[in-house]
């Protein structure tokens, strides 16, 4: 059974940095282009950036966090990290890493898009 399983999460200062990792099992995702999306209470999951499949080398992030956060990933180890740089508090979120499983060159920011997804860790960050 195929499975996302995010961790990293915590409490942290503003402006600290974090890295959020996402490990996918039961089935690779190498290929596959992979997203980050964040569900702050009282609002809606959004899509906060993905990755294309192994060998496209692209990234999309939405642009409230461009320029303090970082996509990457290692498909040896079937691991996606989500680096947090200068966090501030509207950042706090309970985060997802999800999969597409159609797409692995075009990344999209619609949820429904995404068909596997992890069960969130929680990042809080104080002021």
């Known amino acids: 059974q195929a499975q996302l399983v995010e961790s990293g999460g915590g409490l942290v200062r503003a402006g600290d940095s974090l890295r959020l990792s996402c490990t996918g099992s039961?089935?690779?995702?190498?290929?596959?282009?992979m997203g980050w999306f964040r569900q702050a209470p009282g609002k809606d999951r959004e899509f906060v950036g993905g990755i294309s499949g192994h060998g496209f080398g692209s990234t999309l992030y939405t642009d409230s966090v461009k320029g303090r956060f970082t996509i990457s990933r290692d498909d040896a180890s079937e691991t996606v990290y989500l680096q947090m740089n200068s966090r501030l508090p509207e950042d706090t979120a309970v985060y997802y890493c999800a999969a597409d499983r159609h797409h692995f060159r075009e990344i999209l920011t619609a949820r429904v898009e995404y068909d596997y997804w992890g069960q969130g860790t929680q990042v809080t960050v104080s002021s």
């Open positions: 039961g089935r690779t995702f190498r290929n596959n282009v």
